[in-house]
């Protein structure tokens, strides 16, 4: 196998599946990845957590049982391509100028491809060493689904782990943590009357316009050193029948981002505290935030490792955006986490999305050094 060739190939096969998400279905792309990790000798698992929807678990073990593995997650599924017409074809996975586009380049399909191609390519060391497992997600994009159900379902046990690498997209740079989001749909109840006599009603979107005024400029907490300010988003409303009728129903979602520093329950009954008693409010997404401290030894050999990939020295650097390692990192041991991948943060959701090709091949290199870390 040569491990170029091979991580494109695969990277422009996983590109060629429509994963996006919502609706979502990871079916087809993800039976193509079992069959394909079968081959390369990996023992594997699909999850269908719902119609269409589906996880991979792929493990290669070490030498003995009592051997503690590497991991490595990603997920499969992608955003919408947005209103904008694409130059390229989001499914097509076309090299040009050295980029390789589509729809899930950066986020994340170049990097499941890549740290597939690495333990592939690194198999015996994997084998003579403490083994890898693979968690392959779906419904990321929703708020950590296909992750939720992974440890929701009884029949599977996560192993505890050496490490997790996510390899959601950072140019190759390390990253150590992110924050957490707590996302709550907020409604409010009125009462419905005619639209020409208002004042039999009570207005369910004046309610919720009053109560958004009011929060709009909470704080969840004190600013963290790394992660900075925590904040506040109102995302979506929606309310109201038809024009002609005093609307007896609004809501509207929140999303906060959070830091290692704060507690989300706290923050739920502040917010609450500020909107007024009127205000129905139910948490849609709770995940909290990632962190490994700086000084963690596997972390400061990974820096090594990526020291020479980037101009000057690196940085303790966190992300804003959520990762399946929110949910993840506790069912494996909470062991330390980076957040490494070939893809463009800035091209994550993006319209001609795509990862430049250097960067894939790079990360190849890099993910085969980190699996050969401590033998
Ligand atoms: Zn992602």
């Known amino acids: 196998m040569n491990p170029a060739e091979e991580v494109i190939r695969l990277t422009q096969a996983l590109l060629r599946f429509d994963t996006i998400n919502p609706p979502g279905d990871e079916s087809l792309c993800m039976a193509f990845l079992a069959d394909y990790l079968k081959l390369q000798g990996f023992e594997v698992h699909l999850q269908c957590f719902a119609e269409k929807r589906f996880n991979l678990l792929a493990r290669m073990a070490g030498k003995d049982k009592n051997a503690v593995p590497l991991a490595f997650t990603g997920h499969l599924d992608t955003v919408p391509l947005g209103n904008a017409?694409?130059?390229?074809?989001?499914?097509?996975?076309?090299?040009?100028?050295?980029?390789?586009?589509?729809?899930?380049?950066?986020d994340m399909k170049a990097a499941v491809a890549a740290f597939i191609v690495a333990c592939v390519q690194h198999q015996q060391a994997v084998r003579d060493g403490d083994g890898v497992i693979l968690i392959l997600t779906g419904g990321e994009e929703t708020g950590c689904d296909g992750a939720r159900a992974l440890l929701e379902d009884a029949r599977i046990v996560l192993p505890p782990v050496k490490a997790l690498i996510v390899g959601e997209p950072t140019s190759n740079y390390p990253v150590i943590g992110h924050k957490g989001a707590l996302w709550l749909r907020c409604e409010t109840q009125g009462k419905a009357a005619h639209g020409a006599m208002p004042e039999l009603g009570i207005n369910a979107i004046y309610m919720a316009a009053e109560a958004i005024a009011k929060i709009r400029h909470f704080k969840p907490g004190a600013p963290h050193p790394l992660m900075k300010q925590p904040t506040l988003n109102v995302g979506t409303i929606s309310g109201g029948l038809n024009i002609n009728s005093v609307p007896d129903r609004c809501s509207f979602d929140v999303d906060i981002r959070t830091a290692p520093n704060l507690e989300h329950d706290e923050i739920r009954q502040r917010l609450a505290a500020m909107a007024g008693e009127h205000l129905c409010m139910t948490t849609l997404v709770d995940l909290p935030s990632v962190l490994t401290e700086p000084g963690d030894p596997w972390i400061e050999q990974v820096f090594l490792l990526c020291r020479p990939l980037h101009d000057g020295p690196l940085q303790y650097r966190v992300v804003p955006y959520f990762t399946d390692a929110s949910l993840l990192l506790d069912a494996l041991g909470s062991q330390p986490c980076i957040i490494l991948g070939p893809g463009e943060p800035t091209m994550a959701h993006q319209t001609d999305e795509y990862c430049v090709v250097d960067k894939l091949l790079q990360s190849v290199d890099l993910y085969g050094e980190i699996i050969n870390i401590g033998g």
Not at 85 to 106: D, M, T
Request: charged fraction near 25%.
């Open 85 to 106: 017409p694409w130059r390229y074809n989001a499914f097509g996975g076309e090299i040009v100028e050295g980029k390789l586009y589509g729809r899930g380049a950066s």
